[in-house]
């Protein structure tokens, strides 16, 4: 199990992708590989779910790991839930396992989501409205987030604008209206007793994120998906005031390396006082690590 006492920092946000890397049949290598332009990262295809723990094992860095199933909108093959899951559990001296299921999958979608819960003692579940074409106040989801509030589990949600489908013909398929995080106002609303927690500063949505997270006491950030040093000044203001308890470390591995978050984060105005609170400590209370 993680060592809290040794591991310097929990990453809130990393994917896993399959050994085979891509499926170039189904049109997912393209999109990969479109995706690592946008992000400029350093590598062809993915790293493996064991290649990402040794990686985070060499940083000293815990990470909570999670593939997308997204397979009603775009027609990718999705990578299995109960895969990652037991992958993780080799690794779990620095993975926690989450989940992901597409919410169109209905009645199905929740049977899983008990099983995952029950039998693999994943901790959340990964959404990405844009992604997976839906609005998170649709009702659709509503019996998959039962589950998740009937078992305590997080609910990580992508929002505001995304590098998947970015740059492609018609943005790929996805639509970003999906990803407004006011829209995570209702589900906080009809669900306060379920973490939730709003992946990436939310651009061009960001006081919306800020907003819920401050009005609804289940609501958290995670700040993923951008090198701190483009952070908004009013993410940064936040983060060192009023949502200092509710602000996680979060890169969006592969596409961002947790050692080049966490050296720019360094050289942003954050107190001395609050670098803990979101590099460890606020995600070692949201997931119950001790």
Known sequence: MIDLSKIRAIDFHTHAEEACGCHADDGYDELQSTMARYFRAAWEHPPTVPETAEHYRKQNVAAVIFPVDAEHETGYRRYSNEEVAELAAEYNDVLIPFSSIDPH???MGV?????????????GFKFHPT?????????????????LAEYGAIALFHTGQTGVGSG???????????????????????????????????????????????????VYIDM???????????????????????????????MI???RWLADFEKID???????????DNAVKLLKLS
């Open 270 to 280: 954050i107190k001395d006082e609050v670098r803990p609170l979101i590099l460890k």
């Open 131 to 147: 992604y997976q074409g839906f609005y998170p106040n649709d009702r659709l989801a509503y019996p998959l987030y039962e589950v």
């Open 111 to 123: 049977r899983e989501a008990r099983r995952m819960i029950e039998h693999y003692g994943v901790k």
């Open 168 to 218: 492609m013909r018609g943005g790929n398929g996805m639509r970003l209206k999906f990803s407004n995080p006011i829209h995570l106002d209702d589900v906080a609303v009809d669900f306060p007793d379920m973490p939730i927690v709003m992946a990436h500063p939310s651009f061009p949505w960001q006081e919306e994120a800020l907003a819920v997270a401050t009005h609804k006491p289940n």
């Open 224 to 254: 993923s998906g951008w090198s701190p040093k483009y952070f908004p000044p009013l993410l940064v203001r936040y983060a060192n005031t009023l949502l200092k308890d509710k602000m996680l470390f979060g890169s969006d591995w592969p």
């Open 257 to 259: 390396s947790p050692e």
């Open 105 to 107: 999958k209905g009645k």
